[in-house]
């Protein structure tokens, strides 16, 4: 097997990396310096939910698997990249949107949702993001799928003011399989592969309920 190209799905992680409302922001700062210490060592503080980054079942339901007791195959697999980038703001992302992918859907593919919403990034549009809503995200996991993600800073609506949002049901109806949610990805439309290879293993943290992951698609000869 060879790797042609290797795209980076990922955000950048800073002390402007934009989080969900209330998170822990992203803090770098220097622990050691060359000038003082001979080395440079960085002391970093950040949510779990940091950047680019996947949810465990155990981040809405305490009787699920936490990061770290999960597969590792969750986190690797083919890619099918779902085209919803009409769905807009606050649109809902339907079984209509997935039509033409259903017959490349079985267990062990990973669900790309391309909304294209990650132009939004780091400005208040990005949390009116669209979102999958629970019969579309009810029949990819009838095919199997258990690892589903998003170019936006969730899977579900982000409810605010005028928006109270439903209650984050694909995050249930994911934790109630040990199912992955992937927040915050982007670049999507990078991707030229019909079927890349997606890679999204998170940090080992014990006992966590999601960790920052470095994601990649993976286009290979």
Same mark, same amino acid.
């Given at each position: 097997?060879?790797?042609? @190209?290797?795209?980076?799905?990922?955000?950048?992680?800073?002390?402007?990396?934009?989080?969900?409302?209330?998170?822990?922001?992203? @803090?770098?700062?220097?622990?050691?310096?060359?000038?003082?210490?001979?080395? /440079?060592?960085?002391?970093?503080?950040?949510?779990?939910?940091?950047?680019?980054?996947?949810?465990?079942?155990?981040?809405?339901?305490?009787?699920?698997?936490?990061?770290?007791?999960?597969?590792?195959?969750?986190?690797?697999?083919?890619?099918?990249?779902?085209?919803?980038?009409?769905?807009?703001? @606050?649109? @809902?992302?339907?079984?209509?949107?997935?039509?033409?992918?259903?017959?490349?859907?079985?267990?062990?593919?990973?669900?790309?949702?391309?909304?294209?919403?990650?132009?939004?990034?780091?400005?208040?549009?990005?949390?009116?993001?669209?979102?999958?809503?629970?019969?579309?995200?009810?029949?990819?996991?009838?095919?199997?799928?258990?690892?589903?993600?998003?170019?936006?800073?969730?899977?579900?609506?982000?409810?605010?003011?005028?928006?109270?949002?439903?209650?984050?049901?694909?995050?249930?109806?994911?934790?109630?399989?040990?199912?992955?949610?992937?927040? /915050?990805?982007? /670049?999507?439309?990078?991707?030229?592969?019909?079927?890349?290879?997606?890679?999204?293993?998170?940090?080992?943290?014990?006992?966590?309920?999601?960790?920052?992951?470095?994601?990649?698609?993976?286009?290979?000869?």
């Amino acid at each position: 097997m060879k790797i042609d @190209r290797v795209v980076d799905l990922s955000v950048p992680l800073t002390a402007e990396t934009q989080v969900y409302p209330g998170d822990p922001e992203v @803090r770098f700062t220097p622990h050691s310096t060359v000038d003082a210490d001979g080395f /440079n060592l960085l002391s970093v503080a950040m949510g779990s939910q940091s950047g680019t980054h996947v949810d465990a079942p155990y981040h809405f339901d305490d009787a699920t698997p936490r990061i770290d007791e999960l597969p590792l195959e969750r986190f690797v697999g083919r890619g099918v990249i779902v085209d919803a980038r009409e769905a807009g703001e @606050r649109g @809902r992302i339907t079984p209509a949107h997935l039509a033409p992918v259903l017959p490349r859907l079985e267990p062990g593919v990973i669900v790309l949702l391309h909304t294209g919403w990650s132009a939004h990034y780091g400005t208040e549009r990005y949390f009116a993001h669209p979102y999958l809503d629970r019969e579309a995200c009810a029949l990819l996991l009838e095919h199997g799928v258990r690892t589903i993600g998003i170019d936006a800073i969730n899977l579900d609506e982000t409810p605010d003011e005028t928006h109270p949002g439903e209650g984050f049901p694909c995050h249930h109806l994911l934790a109630e399989v040990a199912g992955v949610i992937i927040e /915050n990805m982007t /670049n999507l439309a990078a991707i030229r592969s019909a079927e890349p290879l997606i890679s999204v293993l998170p940090l080992a943290f014990v006992g966590a309920d999601g960790a920052p992951v470095r994601a990649v698609a993976l286009e290979v000869d």
